[in-house]
């Protein structure tokens, strides 16, 4: 991205393979305030930059155009095509990005009207929003009549929520994220093996230098693109997060998501260490479990072993704070697991007592045995044990960096679908009309307007842009029965058919992203 307004791109970005279909009429239309603006430009009022494009040449988000003296959106817009039988197993484990190879020569789908739809990426945008959307098109689901909304949204206020699957510490709450040494976002609260980080937002595409804005903006356009990003946090650690993949901490790729917490490996596994050890520690930043105390080894009546851990206790058998968050076992800082023990009570514990500590993934694990001075000595793990252990492992899920765009739809955007936007707002509440992002189901907030949430990973690849104003530019269709359209007060003159577009428009068709996700259109799973 490149800081500068109201001037044109170089014409790297046109290309001369793709036919030049003219953009949204609305644009073409579009006349230049400036009265002095040279013939040869055209003025692009897709957003409130109005860049004055040189012919050849792309405007300032490299979006738009002027090719031949037309105001032409340089992407083609994706229509989606519906699997028409179940997908091979190949087709489910390459659900993206291979999936997404461009299937324009493969044979299409018997009906287009139910089995194609038009996605907002590549459909340009049209500002201000009283204008109607670029796309407004008809099809039919189960021989109703239905019709989706389809634009690209300009939102100035959007986030990225990510969630780290990790034990590892990655730095305080609250903690200032850094993107090229601008500051993006914030560490939020930490979830059930994950770290949760707020990333972009209104505050820091605008509410800081102009530097941060466009840093923040970079960032958020790779991260929701499915590309890395590199993070630091202050006073933590160095992240790479990129959406379906493991997060890699401090240069060290994560593999394995824990188990549960402590005291959830406990309640898990205690009956399958009942017999092999007399005590089992397991080790956790947050809640470390000690067995013979945990109500799980009450239930299986084994005897109190005698041991005193550090750290204060909640209930039985689940202590906090036994050592300070690091990257060491069970996202704590410490190396040697008995660190963490105070010592045992002569009164309770006796020599030869079993011991096995082990960490929250099993990727730390160690047995001692205790000497005649009740001193633990390191021993050999007993196969049995050892089985456990690979079990804690085996129990743990592939840590992955999952990737959420938050967005504001509730503002101007909704002008482009209806006059009356409050209609548009109710009759989403109301679940009449169906939000998708790139077709993929969006999370309605509840409350007031329509803050949409979804995840890149259902998205199509390259489904976000951006603006230099700077905002980000994401994909939003609205899809509902033509009839209550026209009851939301509908730009129904604007409607085209799925054939009209596939005969105008320069489009690109793609398989279906995420077999899971359920046809926009029908408000079903894509197969049902
Ligand atoms: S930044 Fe892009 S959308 Fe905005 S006016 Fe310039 S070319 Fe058009």
Redo the contacts with the bound molecule.
Sequence with gaps: MTEH?KVDHSSDNLDDTMPSTPGPTVLEKSKPRNAKMAANKVE????????Q?TEGR???????GNVDGVLTRIDPVVIMRRPVGPPAPSALEAASPEQQADVGSVALAEDPETDLFVSGVGSG?T?PDYKPAPFIVSSKANGVDMVTVVTEGIFSYCSFKVKIDTDRYLGPEQSNIRHKGEIVGHVTTAEYGSQMLSLGGVHHLTGGSKKEGRVTCDMMMALGNKQAVELSIDGGAQLVVQAGKAPIVDGVEEKRMRVGCGSAAIGIFAKQWFGHADEVVVVDDHITGVLTEHQAGRCLDIPPSGIKMKGRKSTPGRYFQVANPGNGWGGTDISDPLSIIEGFDPEVAKPGLRLLITSTTGEHAEYFELDDALQPQRKPMPEPLQKTVDRIGENCEPSLASVLFLGGAGGSLRAGVTENPIWLTNSIKKALVNVTCGGAPAYIWAGGGITVMVDVMRMPDNSFGY??TPAIVAPIEFSMKLEDYERLGGHIGDVQSISEVLAKANHRIINWVDPASPWPIAGKPVLG
């Design positions: 307004t692009c009022n897709a957003c409130p930059v109005l860049c494009i792309t405007g300032a988000c490299d979006r738009w945008t500002y603006v230099p």
